[in-house]
């Protein structure tokens, strides 16, 4: 692990909210262990191992049934310990591959059958080298005969560069971490309205409210300033979003997240049981478990 990266905490507090019956942890990765699975060399960090043992551990403790396992891009699209971990999880769980554009058919199916269902988008440089957008739309044609959706992973000040982009994908389209909008500029600046407007217009634009760790300003274990911009999306899309813990939580250098106290935000961003039975269950069951 690289030396200024927090590993996750090994004992988190037990949430006192009781997730829905069947809810999804919809955003989670598993890392190695390396000797098994080692991490692509192109990488950009080098995490903790966090072995599908731990994630699966995890999940029984918080109250959840099902994940959704996300390709971390230190392993590159050596989707092996993702597929791994799908297949011990005896469907209860599902992935989202990385792939590149010389991806065979037969691999492709391969990852389906093990349980992906599409296929990330990364545009934060910091975490990966430029990929042309020629080579991501030859890739989105491909997985939408199967199915599968895109998720995308970007900064806030991207986003009205890649709103064309966007709009040109012939799938559903999950956007990672609300589009990391600045907490500091509040709800209603014109970069977080701008994600809200995309999503009003393109209903099939989905998603995460997560990753209050990650984007906080006022910081643990409250992340009071995470709530209004979750609870907008919450509240004006409840059929179109998803909620996860993001565990094991890398490259987090001030503070590790309690997976406990993370639970605990989900009744003060989606306040009401039906709000809470669509962003935990139904929504990732229809996207994920629909086949």
């Known amino acids: 692990m690289d030396a200024d990266y927090m590993p996750f905490k090994p004992n988190p507090t037990r949430p006192s909210f009781v997730p829905p019956l069947g809810a999804v942890d919809a955003h989670c990765h598993v890392f190695g262990p390396a000797g098994v699975f080692p991490y692509a060399p192109e990488r950009k960090y080098t995490p903790c191992d966090a072995p599908k043992e731990k994630l699966f551990a995890l999940r029984d403790f918080l109250g959840f049934s099902r994940n959704v396992i996300v390709q971390a891009t230190c392993h590159g699209a050596d989707n092996r310990a993702l597929v791994d971990a799908l297949k011990a999880a005896n469907g209860l769980a599902r992935g989202i591959a990385t792939v590149r554009a010389t991806v065979s058919d037969a691999e492709l199916k391969a990852l389906d059958e093990a349980g992906v269902r599409g296929v990330r988008f990364n545009f934060v440089k910091r975490l990966v080298d430029a990929t042309p957008r020629e080579t991501y739309v030859s890739i989105a044609e491909r997985i939408a005969k199967l199915g599968w959706h895109i998720v995308v992973y970007f900064e806030a000040h991207e986003l009205a ?44 634009i989905w998603s995460k409210v997560t990753c209050p760790e990650r984007l906080s300003i006022s910081g643990p274990p409250a992340y009071d300033d995470f709530v209004p911009f979750a609870r907008a999306l919450v509240e004006s899309f409840p059929d179109r979003v ?46 994920y478990w629909s086949r």
């Open 161 to 204: 560069d890649l709103i064309p982009f966007l709009n040109s994908l012939p799938t559903k389209i999950v956007v990672d971490h609300m589009g990391r909008p600045d907490f500091a500029k509040g709800v209603d600046h014109p970069d977080f309205r701008r994600f809200v407007d995309l999503m009003a217009a393109n209903p099939r």
């Open 242 to 287: 998803l909620w996860g813990t993001d565990w094991p939580h890398p490259n987090m250098t001030t503070h590790m997240p309690d997976d406990g106290d993370l639970t605990n935000m989900i009744p003060r961003i989606a306040p009401t049981p039906d709000e809470r039975q669509a962003l935990l269950v139904d929504n990732p069951m229809r996207l």
